[in-house]
């Protein structure tokens, strides 16, 4: 089945620097990748999918990207503040047996931003 | 729109008791649920996806008996963790996505159970 992998589990970074996160994933049929936010103790929040007929897409200071032959997919915070500090995950999507796509999660990284 | 609750928010039971947790979706069909298990300081963990009138689909390594799933609706779907034990201690979200909707999940607010 799908398997995610997620780089680098800590980061920390100083507020006002960009913040990378890279992703891989094994099932090339996957053809969706979210990626999610969630704070302690509360529910993943969406900030930002790529489909995988897109190679980029931005969304203020959010950017990801897809390599598809790599299988590779990364996101981009510029500009990080405090308030990103969290637990940010990575999915890809494959359609299941079922018919029903399902979400394979990446292990997480904890981002912190210092002031 | 796509709102997801959970209900309860936390529960604390006793080990060999049962616990029912409900998924709703509030303003939107949901045709497909998904039950996660998180840890602490762990991913979530797909456990089983449910079809509205149709058995779960229970990942590799989950207990089918343990964990009953019952989707009865197109807002509402329960989980049971049955005979609790500790080690079933864990924080449990819920996930749906739209009736017609491609790949978007909308989760729910997650239940922290605690099995003493």
């Known amino acids: 089945g799908e398997n995610v992998e997620q780089h680098p589990s800590t980061l920390s970074v100083q507020e006002g620097d960009s913040a990378v996160i890279k992703c891989t994933y094994s099932?090339?049929?996957?053809?969706?990748f979210p990626w999610y936010k969630q704070e302690l103790g509360k529910r993943p929040q969406l900030i930002i999918d790529i489909r995988s007929n897109v190679g980029e897409k931005k969304d203020q200071r959010i950017a990801v990207t897809l390599n598809k032959t790599a299988k590779h997919f990364s996101l981009h915070i510029t500009e990080t503040q405090p308030e990103d500090s969290a637990v940010y995950f990575c999915?890809?999507?494959?359609?299941?047996?079922?018919?029903?796509?399902?979400?394979?999660f990446g292990t997480g990284t904890r981002l912190q931003v210092f002031p | 729109g796509a709102v997801v609750s959970q209900h309860p928010s936390w529960v604390i039971c006793k080990s060999g008791t049962s616990v029912k947790i409900e998924c709703r979706s509030l303003?939107?069909?949901?045709?497909?649920m998904f039950w996660y298990r998180q840890f602490p300081k762990q991913s979530l963990m797909l456990m089983a996806t449910?079809?509205?009138?149709?058995?779960?689909?229970?990942e590799q390594g989950v207990e089918k008996d343990k964990f009953l799933i019952n989707h009865a609706s197109l807002t509402l779907s329960t989980l049971t963790v049955t005979s609790a034990h500790p080690e079933d201690s864990s924080f449990y979200i819920c996930?749906?996505?739209?009736?017609?909707?491609?790949?978007?999940?909308?989760f729910g607010p997650g239940t922290r159970l605690t099995v003493t």
């Open positions: 099932d090339s049929a996957s053809n969706y």
């Open positions: 999915a890809a999507s494959m359609l299941a047996v079922s018919g029903t796509d399902k979400l394979i």
């Open positions: 303003d939107f069909q949901a045709t497909t």
């Open positions: 996930s749906a996505t739209r009736a017609g909707g491609p790949h978007e999940q909308y």
């Open positions: 449910s079809n509205e009138g149709s058995k779960a689909t229970y």
